[in-house]
Nanobody, 126 residues
Framework: QVKLMESGGGSVETGGSLRLTCVAS????????MAWFRQAPGKEREEVAT???????RHAESVKGRFAISRDGADNTVYLQMNNLKLEDTAMYYC????????????????????WGQGIQVTVSS
């Protein structure tokens, strides 16, 4: 069983920055994909960014050039650096990971992410 714990959320004005951190514990293996998702009020949860075991990243078009996912494999920790935050970035942000059967690859579909953190709120105001 993998446990994921997010930290680093909060409130910030437009144009500001935040860095989210997710620490994985339990039956972890540094060779697995980790990802960030978000869900805004009244909207479906969407993928923000993923990073696989080979450090290959994938970012949603809406955050490209502003957000960057990275990881510290030795500590099973993943980060999401968020710069130039916009009002529409306001959401609950979730850390997620698939099971080890994905062998470090990142699934294309949200339904294949089996482990989820409890989420952390990011609020951007003008």
């Amino acid at each position: 069983q993998v446990k994921l714990m997010e930290s680093g959320g909060g409130s910030v004005e437009t144009g500001g920055s935040l860095r989210l951190t997710c620490v994985a514990s339990g039956s972890t293996d540094s060779r697995f994909c980790m990802a960030w998702f978000r869900q805004a009020p009244g909207k479906e949860r969407e993928e923000v960014a993923t990073i696989n075991a080979n450090l290959r990243t994938r970012h949603a078009e809406s955050v490209k050039g502003r957000f960057a996912i990275s990881r510290d494999g030795a500590d099973n920790t993943v980060y999401l650096q968020m710069n130039n935050l916009k009002l529409e970035d306001t959401a609950m942000y979730y850390c997620a990971a698939p099971t080890s059967e994905w062998a470090g690859r990142c699934p294309q579909f949200q339904s294949n992410f089996n482990y989820w953190g409890q989420g952390i709120q990011v609020t951007v105001s003008s």
